[in-house]
């Protein structure tokens, strides 16, 4: 009877278990509508779609370049409200 009982929680873990990985798994291929442009929080500034076609460097340069856009966009909006503090 106890092994029964044992056996039957770890079907039931697994059973867990799986559906949690199903779960993650599939959240990592989101479709590309759900990538479109998102607004990034407080900046006015969106997340342009990476090229998923390209290969390793080509991703990598285009976030490189999509973070540093980001942060000159950034930098420039703390530079005028800190111009507009001033006056």
């Known amino acids: 009877m106890r092994g029964l009982f ?6 039931v873990v697994l059973a867990i ?4 990985a199903k ?3 599939s959240a990592t ?5 759900a990538l479109q442009q998102a607004p990034i929080a407080g900046t006015g500034a969106s997340v ?10 080509q991703q990598s ?4 370049q999509q973070v540093q856009q980001q942060l000159d966009e950034i930098a420039k909006q703390r ?3 800190m111009g507009e503090a001033e006056k």
């Open 79 to 81: 530079a005028q409200a």
């Open 48 to 57: 342009p779609v990476i090229n998923p076609t390209g290969n390793v460097q």
């Open 61 to 64: 340069q285009q976030v490189q």
């Open 23 to 25: 779960k993650q798994l």
């Open 29 to 33: 291929r989101a479709p590309a509508a």
């Open 17 to 20: 278990v799986g559906l949690v």
């Open 6 to 11: 044992g056996l039957v929680g770890l079907v």
